[in-house]
């Protein structure tokens, strides 16, 4: 099947052996050319009215040609290649009287079988959570039909409208208005149209269809009467961690989106649950594949520090206020087992590297750490694991040399630590 569309202020200029046909462009004309049943061959022209002045014209090079209609009567000799004698629902031949060819056409006028579009009708009553379903009517419908000259009727393809209203989408971890279309075919005087639920309040509107388009006439539309009120919910949790800089501290949160690595880790949850009408939230979190929560919060976004090694599951439940839709997502926290290293050495010469005396670790949650000098005086203490002695005593520089320290820490997964030994003091200068 080949289509060629009249454009405004031209001639339908129909190129191939089988098509030398055209309609004229006042009024507005569509041709199309059907192979049916048997292989006959009709060209359909579809005109947006049937005046004095719709025409159909013969583009062949024959000089002798006649007009007949399908029951064999002559209409026209072939005195004018414009053949205005069109009626309705009626086939068409001419005939190349030197080789007897001949080219089969039906015409429709379209004026005659535009929809009447009724009612555009959403119940606000549906609880649908994945669809909602919508019903159209129309009190003309009418099929497009053709016959080929053996008398043998098809329907032409049914009339397609556009359904268009307002939906949310989730995109790049943020919510944005999405403007969906569905196709519709009208088959029949009642049409049911199921869409996705959409995810906030909207109106419909249908506009159509495809012939009253490639016409150029203005779109059949019609809108729902009523606003139709959002019921289905989605969510898509996300997390903020907070950041920590200290270098001595291995797989430590240094960007907002890291849910792995040493703890304590605090970590702020948002739902990002769409709005359709008032929500009510659940938040549960569970370790290591336990069955129940040790954790349930009913805010729209919390925040929690976990404090312990281990994987948990931070799962969202959202529901609607008065319907049964719900949705369901969750989040994977790992939080490492704990780590501590301690130098032998540091050199605190101002060099920016080794210049105190750190742990390397992970996943330490309490500590504090004495060095004493080789008398047995305490020089220096500190409780907080990501940082260190810089090699000063009360604000001059220690004596280069040995010095002893002793550790107690405890991780994250509830491993203690109790650490002593020496640390010795080069300057280097």
């Known amino acids: 099947m080949r289509k060629i569309i009249l454009a405004a202020g031209f001639w339908l200029t129909v190129f191939g052996v089988s098509a ?20 006959d061959t009709v060209q359909v022209f579809i005109f947006d009215k049937l005046d004095n002045n719709a025409k159909v014209r013969y583009e062949g090079n024959a000089d002798n040609f006649e007009w007949f209609g399908y029951d064999g009567q002559s209409k026209q000799s072939s005195d004018s290649k414009d053949f205005f004698q069109l009626e309705d629902d009626k086939g068409y031949y001419v005939q190349e009287l030197a080789t007897g060819r001949k080219i089969y056409f039906w015409v429709i006028d379209y004026s005659a079988r535009r929809l009447n579009l009724n009612k555009l009708e959403v119940d606000n009553s549906q609880t649908d959570c994945k669809n909602l379903t919508l019903t159209l009517s129309s009190d ?36 944005s208005a999405s403007s969906p279309t569905q196709a519709v075919a009208v088959l029949s005087g009642t ?64 960007a907002t989106t890291q849910i792995s690595g040493s703890g304590p880790m605090e970590i702020q949850f948002l739902s990002n649950a769409n709005l359709p009408t008032t929500l009510y939230y659940k938040w549960e979190i569970f370790k290591d594949k336990a069955l129940q929560p040790y954790i349930t919060r009913v805010d729209k976004d919390i925040r929690n520090t976990f404090n312990e090694s281990g994987s948990y599951k931070v799962k969202i439940t959202v529901n609607s206020k008065d319907t049964v839709c719900t949705d369901t997502a969750s989040i994977t926290v790992d939080i490492s087992e704990s780590y501590i290293k301690v130098p032998n050495v540091f050199t605190p010469n101002g060099d920016g590297y080794n210049d105190e005396f750190r742990v390397a670790f992970k996943s330490i949650k309490q500590f ?38 002793i550790m107690k820490a405890v991780g994250t997964d509830g491993k203690k630590y109790k650490l002593k030994g020496d640390i010795n003091l080069l300057r280097g200068e």
Not at 165 to 170: D, F, G, I, R
Not at 199 to 215: H, K, M, N, V
Not at 369 to 394: E, F, H, Q, S
């Open 191 to 254: 049409t049911p149209i199921t869409v996705p639920a959409p995810l906030c309040d909207t109106e419909f509107s249908l506009t159509g269809d495809q012939y009253a388009d490639e016409l150029g006439l203005s779109p059949t539309t019609i809108k729902t009467s009523q606003l139709y009120t959002a019921v289905a919910v989605e969510c898509h949790p996300t997390s903020v961690t907070t950041t920590r800089d200290a270098t001595n501290e291995n797989d430590r949160p240094k």
């Open 368 to 405: 504090e750490a004495w060095v004493y000098n080789r008398w047995g005086r305490l020089v220096y203490k500190w409780n907080d694991p990501a940082k260190g002695w810089d090699g000063n005593i009360g604000g001059k520089k220690a004596s280069p040399g040995a010095y002893f320290y």
């Open 20 to 39: 030398q046909l055209s309609g004229g462009n006042s009024p507005k004309c569509k041709r199309l050319e059907k192979i049916s049943a048997g292989k």
């Open 140 to 175: 003309n419908y009418k099929d497009l039909i053709y016959r080929t000259y053996k008398g043998q009727s098809y329907k032409l393809d049914a009339r397609k409208f556009t359904l268009s209203y307002t939906s949310m989408q989730w995109s790049n971890n943020t919510w």
